[in-house]
Each structure stands twice: as structure tokens, then as C-alpha cells.
């Protein structure tokens, strides 16, 4: 008989040890026990551009398969370079401020890693992207949060104000954010761009929803503000820009002196992203502004299909000025906390959400759930149809 072996280890790092599994994890294991419609994670059930996916097919068969140049290839670098210049008036130098990198998640720890030394404050806003405080963390960075509700997420100048001080090095926004559905204002963006101006900070902006703007609205980037070209870390991804969420290929833009130093990061975590991707990608940021207007309306449609869907159902459906996703409130028909909420919806409905909650770190008593809307019509309209006929059969009082 083997003797039982004990075996003692010294703990493993405490901020990923100590994190629990996320709530998207967990509502997606739910949605798959309960075969529910799962609206609750981000990524559209349908394919991106099919010139583009076969442009990648045939770089596999016809380029080369080997590492390429660790920043990126240079036809995506000068891609990223031009849209920059066609988008917002930002003229980029491809050789020296443009970096590839496998998803903006990467390009997110990259720059947190390159730029952030431990001790260094970060102002974010709450509700956060899930990986930011994890990432910050790590890097030893105090995250400093301002707090943002619904049903408007106003921006409360005060406590903008009071988040920054000398120590912080950094502020992190996503715009558009998600979850919020909130387009930052060329006015909110300037106020956030005088605080970190006036620390001589930095802005690591992920803006990975940079084209998924609503109702005739345009995104402005902080790069373009004055004063900010020097001060900004820009990052987007291919993902959302081209509907191709698996392969990540995120890219990053900066001015030489930040870009140098995440570049390293880059040099010592993945080194590269897979050639024939970036190639593919490369073309596809090229794509006439007809591509960009038509993602739009195909995301501004569904929208409005599943807004139009859960307001007739009683649902308070809050402004979504880009992204993915909206949030409604269920409030006047249920005190449960959103948690509770969007688990019964789950199992007793088969609607899968994400509770607005899960995306604030300091305690909130939401009455809001998160709804992703990139998904076929025939999907969205079977998700109101379940809704509608749960309704249909709940007690007048607890009635959305
Ligand atoms: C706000 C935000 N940032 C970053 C990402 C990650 O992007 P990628 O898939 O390119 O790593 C996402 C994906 O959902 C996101 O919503």
C-alpha cells in the first residue's frame, strides 16, 4: 500500500488565489444546466466579415506560419496607424507607436505591467471590466474608484475630482463602457483629461467599442484632446471592431516613450500574435466606411428589438449609447436583489443576464441586469417570447 503523501506548499499568489470563479462563468454553467438563452455574454453569435475570415485562410496556406516580427506585422501596424489618422485626426508613426498584441486583454496587462509601478494610484469607474482591478492589483497599484449609477451614470465632478491625487499615475477609462452602454461626452472626457493633466498622469484608454456608437453619436478618443497625445495608452481590438471575438488580436497605440515599455511586456508574455490573423485583420480596418456604418445599424436594430421587447414587458430600459449591451431595471415589480433576479430568470424563465452588481467592487444594491444584445434576431425574439409568457403567468403584483 502507497503511503498517503502530505504535501506542503508555500500558497499560491493571493489575488488570483483568492478571486472566486466569475459571475459570467457561472451564469453561463447556469444558462447550460437550465438551457436557457444566455444573453449574458458579450460576443455575437454570428460570424465577422467572410472576405476577411478568408483572407486569413488563405495567409495560413500562403504566408508564413513562423514568429512574426514581435511588435506586429507591419501591414496591421500601418492599418492601426491609418485608422487612427481616418477615425479621429491622430497621425500615428507606425514603426515606433503601434503594437499588436493577442486581444486588448493583453494589450490591458501589458500596459498595467509597463506603466504602473507598486504603490502607483489608479482612478477607474465603477462598474469596471472585470479584469482591470485583478490586473491592477497585481501590479501593486491602489485602484481609487468613482462611482458611476444608473439610471444616468453621471460622472459626479466632485468625486472625479477628489480620486486623483499627486500619487496617481494613471486613470483608466472604457469608453464606451461597458456595462453601462454609456458614451463618454467629449465634455466628461475633457474634464477626466484636465485631472490627469494637472497630475502629470497618464490615461490607459480601452476603447475596444470605439465603432459601436449609437443614434448618430461619434467616439472621441482622449489621444485627441489637447494636451493628451503624449498621455495616452489607446487600445482596441479586432474583436468587437470586426465581429471576430475568438481571435483575439487587440492593438495598442502610444507614443514611443509608453509604447517602448509595453512593448517588453508584450516581448515576455506572448511575443506575437498569430501572422495570417494580423494580416486579416489589417484589411479589415481598412474596410470603406460603409462596413463601419452597417455594423452599426445591424447593432443599433437589435437594440432596439430587445429595448423595444423588455419595455412593453414592464422592464425600465435604460439609454444604450454603444457596446454590446443594455441594462434594464426590473425595480417596480421585484425587491430581490439583481443576483437573486437574474438567477430566477435563469431557471425558472430561461433568460440568461448578468446582474448589474458583479460589476461594482464596493457593495451596491442593484435592481438591474445586464442584457447582451449581439445575438441573431430569431434568438432575441425567443428570449422576449419566454419572458412575455413567464410574465403572462406570474400574480398580478409581482408582474414586471
Ligand atoms: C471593455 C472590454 N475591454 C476588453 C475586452 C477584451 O477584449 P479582447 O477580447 O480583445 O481581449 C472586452 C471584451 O468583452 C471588453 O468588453
Redesign the pocket.
Known amino acids: 500500500m502507497m503511503a498517503l503523501e502530505y504535501v506542503c506548499m508555500k500558497p499560491t499568489n493571493s489575488i488570483y488565489s483568492g478571486l472566486p470563479t466569475t459571475i459570467f462563468e457561472t451564469m453561463s454553467q447556469l444558462a447550460r444546466e437550465y438551457d436557457a438563452i444566455n444573453l449574458g455574454q458579450?460576443f455575437p453569435d454570428t460570424d465577422g466579415p467572410e472576405d476577411i475570415r478568408r483572407l486569413a485562410a488563405d495567409a495560413l496556406m500562403s504566408r508564413s506560419n513562423q514568429y512574426p516580427p514581435m511588435a506586429g506585422v507591419p501591414e496591421l501596424r500601418q492599418a492601426v496607424a491609418r485608422a487612427n489618422g481616418r477615425f479621429y485626426g491622430v497621425d500615428v508613426d507606425w514603426r515606433t507607436e503601434v503594437l499588436v498584441t493577442s486581444?486588448?486583454?493583453?494589450a490591458?496587462s501589458d500596459t498595467i505591467a509597463a506603466l504602473i509601478e507598486p504603490g502607483d494610484e489608479v482612478v477607474l469607474f465603477e462598474p469596471l471590466?472585470d479584469c482591470y482591478l485583478p490586473l491592477l492589483r497585481r501590479a501593486g497599484a491602489v485602484p481609487r474608484l468613482v462611482r458611476l449609477d444608473p439610471p444616468d451614470w453621471q460622472i459626479d465632478p466632485e468625486a472625479l475630482a477628489a480620486a486623483f491625487t499627486p500619487r496617481t499615475k494613471a486613470v483608466l477609462v472604457?469608453d464606451p463602457l461597458?456595462p453601462a452602454a454609456k458614451a463618454l461626452t467629449t465634455r466628461e472626457l475633457s474634464v477626466i483629461a484636465s485631472h490627469v493633466i494637472a497630475n502629470d498622469a497618464m490615461a490607459i484608454c480601452?476603447e475596444?467599442y470605439e465603432h459601436i456608437v449609437f443614434d448618430g453619436r461619434t467616439h472621441t478618443t482622449m489621444m485627441s484632446l489637447p494636451g493628451m497625445r503624449e498621455r495616452t495608452v489607446r487600445i482596441g481590438?479586432a474583436?468587437k471592431t470586426l465581429s471576430l471575438?475568438g481571435w483575439?488580436v487587440?492593438y495598442v497605440t502610444a507614443t514611443a516613450r509608453l509604447l517602448e515599455p509595453i512593448a517588453k511586456a508584450h516581448q515576455y508574455t506572448t511575443f506575437t500574435t498569430p501572422p495570417n490573423l494580423q494580416l486579416a485583420v489589417a484589411a479589415g480596418l481598412d474596410k470603406p466606411d460603409a462596413y463601419f456604418h452597417e455594423l452599426v445599424r445591424d447593432l443599433e436594430q437589435k437594440r432596439n428589438r430587445l429595448s423595444n421587447g423588455l419595455a412593453r414587458l414592464g422592464f425600465d430600459v435604460l439609454e444604450a449609447a454603444g457596446s454590446y449591451f443594455l441594462v434594464a431595471g426590473y425595480g417596480s415589480s421585484s425587491d430581490e436583489p439583481d443576483t437573486i433576479f437574474a438567477r430566477r430568470m435563469t431557471v425558472d424563465v430561461g433568460v440568461t443576464t448578468i446582474p448589474l452588481s458583479a460589476f461594482y467592487e464596493t457593495p451596491v444594491s442593484s435592481r438591474y441586469v445586464r442584457f447582451c444584445f449581439s445575438k441573431r434576431d430569431d434568438v432575441l425574439d425567443a428570449a422576449i417570447e419566454r419572458l412575455a409568457s413567464w410574465r403572462d403567468h406570474q400574480p398580478a403584483r409581482a408582474r414586471l
Request: charged share 20%; glycine share 24%; net charge negative.
Open positions: 458579450g486581444g486588448a486583454t493583453e490591458l471590466y472604457n461597458n480601452d475596444v481590438s474583436g471575438t483575439k487587440g
